[in-house]
C-alpha cells in the first residue's frame, strides 16, 4: 500500500519566502500528477498536475517540476501568504486506470506572518 | 459554481451499526470516486463508478458497497463498523475517467464510531 503516517512533515516558513514541498513516487507507469492543497475539515483543492512529458509547469505563484529519472515532484510556491497553510498532497495516476489517484504522504506548510 | 455535496457532513455511529454515505457529484460529471483518509493520513482509494458502472476498486472492505445512481449520484454503505472505520469520506467527481479529467473533492463526512 502507499506510505502513511501520523506525523506529517512540515515545513515552516516565513510570510513572503518562496516554499518548496517535495514528493517521491514509486510507480514508473504513473504518467500524470496532481497537487492537492488540503485546509483543515475540507477536501482536498487542485492547485496544478502536469504530465509526463513534461518537466515543469508553471501557474500562478505556483511551479511543479517533475524528474522522471528519479521519480521526484515538487511544487514551489512563490511570495508564500498565510493563506498557503494547509497540507499538501501530491497524487499520481496511470493513463490505463480510470482515474483512480494514489496519493503521496501529504507535507504540513506553516506560514508565519 | 457548483460543487461536490455530500451528505451527512458529521456522522456518529456505534460499533456494529450500518451508515449510509451520499455523494452529489458536480453537473454533468458522470464518474464518482469515494476515498477514505484516517487522521493525519493521506487519502485512500476506495471504489469509483463511471456510467453508473463500477469503474474501478480499491481497498474497499467487503463490509463496505457502493452504487452510482441513474441521477449520477451514488452511496457508499457501511455495514459492522468498526471503530477503525473513524475517518473521513470523501467524494469526488469528473467529467470523465481518464487523464487531464480532474477530479473535484467534496467537503467530506466525518465518519466516528464509538
Known amino acids: 500500500g502507499e506510505s502513511v503516517g501520523l506525523h506529517l512533515p512540515t515545513l515552516s516558513v516565513q510570510e513572503g519566502d518562496n516554499s518548496i514541498i517535495n514528493c517521491a513516487y514509486s510507480?514508473?507507469?504513473?504518467?500524470?500528477f496532481i497537487w492537492y492543497k488540503q485546509e483543515s475539515g475540507k477536501g482536498p483543492q487542485f492547485i496544478i498536475d502536469?504530465?509526463?512529458?513534461?518537466d515543469k509547469r508553471q501557474g500562478q505563484r505556483v511551479t511543479v517540476l517533475l524528474n522522471k529519472t528519479v521519480k521526484h515532484l515538487s511544487l514551489q510556491i512563490a511570495a508564500t501568504q498565510p493563506g498557503d497553510s494547509a497540507v499538501y498532497f501530491c497524487?499520481?495516476?496511470?493513463?490505463?486506470?480510470?482515474?483512480?489517484?494514489?496519493f503521496g504522504t501529504g507535507t504540513r506548510l506553516l506560514v508565519s506572518p | 459554481a457548483a460543487g461536490v455535496i455530500q451528505s451527512p457532513r458529521h456522522l456518529i455511529k456505534e460499533k456494529r451499526e450500518t451508515a449510509t454515505l451520499k455523494c452529489y457529484p458536480i453537473?454533468?460529471?458522470?464518474?464518482v470516486y469515494w476515498y477514505q483518509q484516517g487522521p493525519g493520513q493521506d487519502p485512500q482509494f476506495l471504489i469509483s463508478?463511471?456510467?453508473?458502472?463500477?469503474?474501478d476498486k480499491g481497498s474497499i472492505p467487503d463490509r463496505f458497497s457502493a452504487q452510482q445512481f441513474s441521477d449520477y449520484h451514488s452511496e457508499l454503505n457501511m455495514s459492522s463498523l468498526e471503530l477503525g472505520d473513524s475517518a473521513l469520506y470523501f467524494c469526488?467527481?469528473?467529467?470523465?475517467?481518464?487523464?487531464?479529467?480532474?477530479?473535484?473533492f467534496g467537503p467530506g463526512t466525518r465518519l466516528t464510531v464509538t
Open positions: 469526488a467527481s469528473s467529467l470523465r475517467p481518464g487523464e487531464g479529467h480532474e477530479q473535484y
Open positions: 510507480n514508473s507507469a504513473s504518467d500524470y
Open positions: 502536469i504530465r509526463s512529458n513534461m
Open positions: 497524487a499520481e495516476n496511470t493513463h490505463t486506470g480510470f482515474q483512480k489517484l494514489v
Open positions: 453537473p454533468r460529471h458522470d464518474t
Open positions: 463508478f463511471y456510467e453508473k458502472m463500477q469503474s
